[in-house]
């Protein structure tokens, strides 16, 4: 694509991240989110979504959950799209105080969880 004289933009990079997670690539998932970093390319809520739900539903909580704090910390979202997989995954390995930290993270900036939770 960059061949031709395309550059890729956020969305670009968004669509195939989310080919990437849907058939497993993790690894090249990561590659790809560091390579937009360096060109410049800032993430975007999409980004993350697509991001945190694939690593929430492979059993990567912890970095799920980095993520998610990240989210929260710099963008301003009324509801927070992917939390449901990260705390489920929490309560499932047991850790059910991290659940409670995220939770009351989200309070504090007034972010109201989905449905699922």
Known sequence: MEKSGCK???????????????????????????????????????????????LASKGEIFEACALMEEVLDKFFCRQCFTLDNIISGLCQGGLVGKALELLNKMADKRVSPGAGV
């Open 8 to 54: 890729p933009n956020v969305i670009t990079y968004n669509v195939s991240l989310e080919a990437l997670c849907k058939v497993g690539e993790m690894s090249k998932m990561r590659e790809l989110v560091e390579e937009m970093k360096v060109k410049g390319i800032k993430p975007n809520l999409p980004t993350y979504k697509v991001t945190i739900d694939a």
